[in-house]
């Protein structure tokens, strides 16, 4: 799987993201050019692209620009960006791209919709309705496609700091929209002066890329300029291009910390409200410690979402002095569920479904040990009759 890191130390905005993913894709000219040409399909005019190469402290960086000839312009809405990339869709963009860019202003919309109280379709974008705004999310989607990008990922995001002009006035940054666009991100507050990461920044990270840190085989990379020139740090987007595995069901958290001062009872009672707390599994396994001392590592699998309230819970709930976490995905087979009729009762069935097409039934615990105890009969002598029937029905519907 093909993907992209974006390393947004010193945020990003739409035109870094066009730039560094330009960079990253070798012979910029050649590729400003196709670029040019699938912009075409657009209905809008007036505008220019220009691509260059900077230094940005000691690095070297592509500075993309779209030079607009009428810098004022009317605001647009939603129902008029999403008709013109539907327009340019029908001349000629492709459908990806055209996919890519409509997710972009969508999740924007949503975010203006829900910080103004009002539709959707009503919504008006100012500074990302301009040209440059629509040229920048429709470049940043051709270039993800064009680069055979299949997946997103981004690291921790600098807040910025102040305040920002717009066209509803005076805004903290981040923006009230950017804050919304980037719930479920990581991201350090106070870090760095102005508007780190802009409306349009923060709504290409919601539509395309989710907050891990893959491991992946590089292959390449880019850097793209933003405008200012920042005291602390070079205000440059790298983009890292990369090989991964294929793309699991799931994104999960593990969250792990090693203990050797819990009794077993305290333990069990601390994974017990660990499980009523979201986790999705919680698992206690032996190891051995430093100065040959016997502990028990506690590890739980969380939601993305799940991190600061479960990593809260282990820290309150055990003697731990810190946890640990990382990502991590994993593969899911299909499943469903059924309900088999058996002489001790309903009993449910979960059905696994192999990457061959073979299905793996297991009934239901709880089930089981429920019919059981009810009638007095060995749990094995259930569970044989509870598969038994999952096989006559199984066999009934192949018939």
Same mark, same amino acid.
């Given at each position: 799987?093909?993907?992209?890191?974006?390393?947004? @130390?010193?945020? /990003?905005?739409?035109?870094?993201?066009?730039?560094?993913?330009?960079?990253?894709?070798?012979?910029?000219?050649?590729?400003?050019?196709?670029? =040019?040409?699938?912009?075409?399909?657009?209905?809008?005019?007036?505008?220019?692209? =220009?691509?260059?190469?900077?230094?940005?402290?000691?690095?070297?960086?592509?500075?993309?620009?779209? &030079?607009?000839?009428?810098?004022?312009?009317?605001?647009?809405?939603?129902?008029?960006?999403?008709?013109?990339?539907?327009?340019?869709?029908?001349?000629?963009?492709s459908d990806a791209v055209a996919?890519?860019?409509? *997710?972009?202003?969508?999740?924007?919309?949503?975010?203006?919709?829900?910080? &103004?109280?009002?539709?959707?379709?009503?919504?008006?974008? &100012?500074?990302?309705?301009?040209?440059? !705004? #629509?040229?920048?999310?429709?470049?940043?989607?051709?270039?993800?496609?064009?680069?055979?990008?299949e997946s997103c990922f981004v690291?921790?995001?600098?807040?910025?700091?102040?305040?920002?002009?717009?066209?509803?006035?005076?805004?903290?940054?981040?923006?009230?929209?950017? *804050?919304?666009?980037?719930?479920?991100?990581?991201? #350090?507050?106070?870090?760095?002066?102005?508007?780190?990461?802009?409306?349009?920044?923060? *709504? #290409?990270?919601?539509?395309? %890329?989710?907050?891990?840190?893959?491991?992946? @085989?590089?292959?390449?990379?880019?850097?793209?300029?933003?405008?200012?020139?920042?005291?602390?740090?070079?205000?440059?987007?790298?983009?890292?291009?990369?090989?991964?595995?294929?793309?699991?069901?799931?994104? /999960?958290?593990?969250?792990?910390?090693?203990?050797?001062?819990?009794?077993?009872?305290?333990?069990?009672?601390?994974?017990?409200?660990?499980?009523?707390?979201? %986790?999705?599994?919680? @698992?206690? %396994?032996?190891?051995?410690?430093?100065?040959?001392?016997?502990?028990?590592?506690?590890?739980?699998?969380?939601?993305?979402?799940?991190?600061?309230?479960?990593?809260?819970?282990?820290?309150?709930?055990?003697?731990?002095?810190?946890?640990?976490?990382?990502?991590?995905?994993?593969?899911?087979?299909?499943?469903? !569920?059924? /309900?088999?009729?058996?002489?001790?009762?309903?009993?449910?069935?979960?059905?696994?479904?192999?990457?061959?097409?073979?299905?793996?039934?297991?009934?239901?615990?709880?089930?089981?040990?429920?019919?059981?105890? !009810?009638?007095?009969?060995?749990?094995?002598?259930?569970? =044989? *009759?509870?598969?038994?029937?999952?096989?006559?029905? @199984?066999?009934?519907?192949?018939?």
């Amino acid at each position: 799987m093909k993907i992209v890191y974006f390393d947004a @130390t010193s945020g /990003i905005s739409g035109d870094m993201a066009v730039g560094a993913l330009l960079d990253a894709g070798g012979a910029v000219e050649e590729g400003l050019d196709r670029l =040019a040409t699938a912009l075409e399909s657009l209905p809008v005019g007036g505008y220019r692209l =220009a691509a260059e190469r900077v230094e940005v402290g000691t690095i070297g960086a592509l500075s993309f620009r779209v &030079h607009v000839d009428d810098e004022k312009q009317a605001a647009r809405d939603w129902r008029e960006i999403r008709t013109l990339i539907e327009e340019g869709n029908r001349a000629g963009l492709s459908d990806a791209v055209a996919g890519h860019a409509l *997710a972009i202003f969508a999740v924007l919309a949503r975010a203006e919709a829900k910080v &103004h109280g009002v539709d959707e379709d009503r919504v008006t974008f &100012h500074e990302v309705g301009a040209i440059d !705004s #629509i040229i920048d999310i429709v470049a940043t989607a051709w270039c993800l496609d064009e680069l055979g990008v299949e997946s997103c990922f981004v690291g921790p995001l600098p807040l910025g700091s102040g305040h920002v002009k717009s066209a509803h006035g005076r805004l903290p940054v981040p923006a009230p929209a950017t *804050a919304l666009l980037l719930e479920g991100f990581e991201v #350090i507050a106070g870090d760095g002066e102005g508007e780190l990461v802009t409306p349009t920044g923060a *709504a #290409i990270l919601a539509a395309t %890329a989710k907050p891990l840190r893959p491991s992946f @085989t590089l292959l390449g990379s880019g850097v793209g300029a933003g405008t200012r020139r920042l005291a602390d740090r070079p205000n440059v987007l790298r983009v890292l291009i990369g090989d991964a595995d294929e793309v699991c069901d799931e994104e /999960i958290i593990v969250i792990e910390a090693d203990i050797d001062d819990m009794t077993p009872e305290a333990l069990a009672y601390a994974a017990e409200r660990l499980r009523a707390a979201g %986790a999705r599994d919680v @698992t206690v %396994a032996p190891l051995q410690m430093k100065k040959g001392r016997l502990g028990m590592r506690l590890t739980v699998l969380a939601d993305l979402d799940g991190l600061e309230g479960l990593a809260s819970c282990v820290l309150a709930e055990t003697t731990t002095l810190g946890v640990r976490y990382r990502s991590m995905r994993r593969a899911v087979l299909p499943r469903r !569920s059924e /309900i088999v009729d058996t002489e001790f009762g309903p009993i449910a069935v979960k059905i696994a479904v192999k990457p061959d097409g073979s299905e793996s039934p297991e009934p239901e615990f709880e089930d089981v040990a429920r019919a059981a105890s !009810s009638h007095g009969r060995p749990f094995a002598e259930v569970r =044989a *009759a509870a598969l038994a029937a999952f096989a006559t029905g @199984t066999a009934a519907r192949r018939s």
